[in-house]
């Protein structure tokens, strides 16, 4: 990786390991919905006032917006609405974790509709990665009296996993390169919050907002750092490594979500857990790991 993209992975790694934490805070007097709402709004006027402070186009060209309705709905209605709702179920590490396997379907939806292909490294790395999360997986699958909300939860988990797999792909695509990356992210933000406004009233009613400091500064910390920057880091980085190696990011996430997870929620960490973390991490070398380049030969 080029020195910009390792530091924006480490950007990205460490913002988001923090999210699920927050996200808790999220979950209470305010349907889950709503709160998403939130989120994007923000996100995407931060975005746009980004845009606009730095003299970058505001509006995107008319093919554009198909595109970006959709790449809302899978990125920030559907992949957040199970996610948020996941966390009533299961500790905030767990779905952190799930989101490590990202890089397979990732991957595989790549290889069928971009062609792009996966080197016999990368598959042997993705697979200690799986087989390292399976061992976190086992130990929360395990706990006494959990097994009923833990399977809704990981359910939950995995349906978001997949919708934002189909963004990520998205995102990789010629169409993406058609129109200003930073403004289309932010328009792709607030069609996403309008559509989560629209389910929020179905699903909860009027907007509910809970006026606790815990609350509000969570969802200015969500939508401005956690999706306008991090978003606009993360999907650069699809476009620099592709969808498959940038989602090797959430090997690292789950590290930090849990270690604040220990402090916050009483996580408890096992061998399994850490024998779990150990293989991932070392899957993630392997699979991102640069050939050595060819000797030249004499002509």
């Known amino acids: 990786m080029s020195s910009r993209a390792i530091l924006q992975f480490l950007t990205v790694v460490l913002i988001w390991g923090t999210t699920w934490i927050v996200i808790k805070f999220q979950l209470g007097s305010v349907n889950p919905s709503w709160s998403v709402t939130y ?12 845009c606009a402070i730095k003299g970058l186009p ?16 899978f990125q920030f209605v559907m992949n957040f609405n199970f996610v948020y709702r996941s966390e009533l179920y299961i500790p905030s590490g767990i779905p952190a974790v799930a989101f490590a396997l990202l890089m397979v379907p990732n991957a595989i939806l790549a290889w069928a509709f971009l062609g792009r292909k996966v080197s016999g490294r990368f598959v042997l790395g993705s697979a200690l990665g799986i087989v390292g999360v ?17 399977l809704l939860g990981l359910g939950l988990v995995v349906a978001g996993i997949l919708s934002a797999s189909i963004a990520n792909v998205m995102q990789a695509s010629p169409k993406a390169l058609t129109f200003p990356p930073i403004t289309g992210l932010g328009w792709a933000m607030l069609i996403g919050a309008g559509m989560n406004a629209v389910l929020a009233t179905l699903v909860a ?66 061998v399994m857990a850490i024998a779990g973390c150990v293989l991932a991490l070392v899957g993630m070398v392997i699979a991102l790991r640069q050939p050595a380049p060819k000797p030249a030969t004499a002509r």
């Open 58 to 73: 505001l509006t995107v060209p008319r093919h554009a917006l198909p595109f970006l309705v959709l790449l809302g709905l």
């Open 205 to 270: 009613g009027p907007p509910q907002f809970d006026p606790a400091p815990s609350y509000w500064l969570g969802f200015l910390y969500l939508g401005v750092v956690a999706s306008a920057l991090a978003f606009a880091l993360y999907f650069d980085l699809v476009r620099q490594m592709g969808p498959a190696e940038a989602a090797w990011t959430g090997v690292l996430i789950p590290m930090i979500a849990m270690a604040i997870s220990t402090v916050v929620e009483d996580f408890q960490w096992t």
């Open 134 to 150: 399976g061992l976190l997986f086992a130990q929360q699958l395990s706990l006494p009296g959990s097994r009923a909300d833990t």
């Open 39 to 50: 989120r994007f709004a923000t996100g995407g006027m931060a975005l746009l006032a980004w």
